[in-house]
């Protein structure tokens, strides 16, 4: 799948869209979900054009692949869940019900999460 420069996330990291910016650096932008699933619910996503993690992880540079990774860390830190605990979550295709095409990490925290998939 090629990536859509159209897409929602694209649309963010141009300004075209406006969001509640938590953190911001060279490889990655974070900011909180407008539809929370917990407390603590917050999207980070590389500034590349990475559809999937299967995209990222085959395509992007070494260090943009450590920024990236270093920056959700950096971001979990910051809003202060790494004591009780948070969940960190990717979904990739259409049997995960990946919504935007864009590669994209949410962070969850705030509340017992429960277990990982529901029965």
Same mark, same amino acid.
């Given at each position: /799948?090629?990536?859509? +420069?159209? @897409?929602?996330?694209? !649309?963010?990291?141009? %300004?075209?869209?406006?969001?509640?910016?938590?953190?911001?650096?060279?490889?990655?932008?974070?900011?909180?979900?407008?539809n929370p699933q917990?407390?603590?619910?917050?999207?980070v996503i590389p500034?590349?054009?990475?559809?999937? /993690?299967?995209?990222? +992880?085959? @395509?992007?540079?070494? !260090?943009?692949?450590? %920024?990236?990774?270093?920056?959700?860390?950096?971001?979990?830190?910051?809003?202060?869940?790494?004591?009780?605990?948070?969940?960190?979550?990717?979904?990739?295709?259409?049997?995960?019900?990946?919504?935007?095409?864009?590669?994209?990490?949410?962070?969850?925290?705030?509340?017992?999460?429960?277990?990982m998939l529901a029965?």
């Open positions: /799948m090629a990536y859509d +420069s159209e @897409n929602i996330f694209a !649309k963010i990291l141009r %300004g075209e869209i406006p969001c509640n910016k938590v953190f911001e650096d060279d490889f990655a932008f974070a900011f909180h979900d407008i917990a407390p603590t619910h917050v999207l500034k590349g054009a990475y559809v999937s /993690m299967d995209d990222f +992880s085959a @395509n992007a540079p070494e !260090k943009e692949a450590a %920024g990236f990774w270093r920056a959700v860390g950096s971001v979990a830190r910051e809003q202060g869940v790494t004591g009780a605990g948070y969940r960190i979550l990717a979904n990739h295709g259409r049997d995960a019900n990946q919504e935007v095409p864009h590669f994209h990490v949410h962070i969850f925290a705030g509340r017992n999460l429960g277990p029965r």
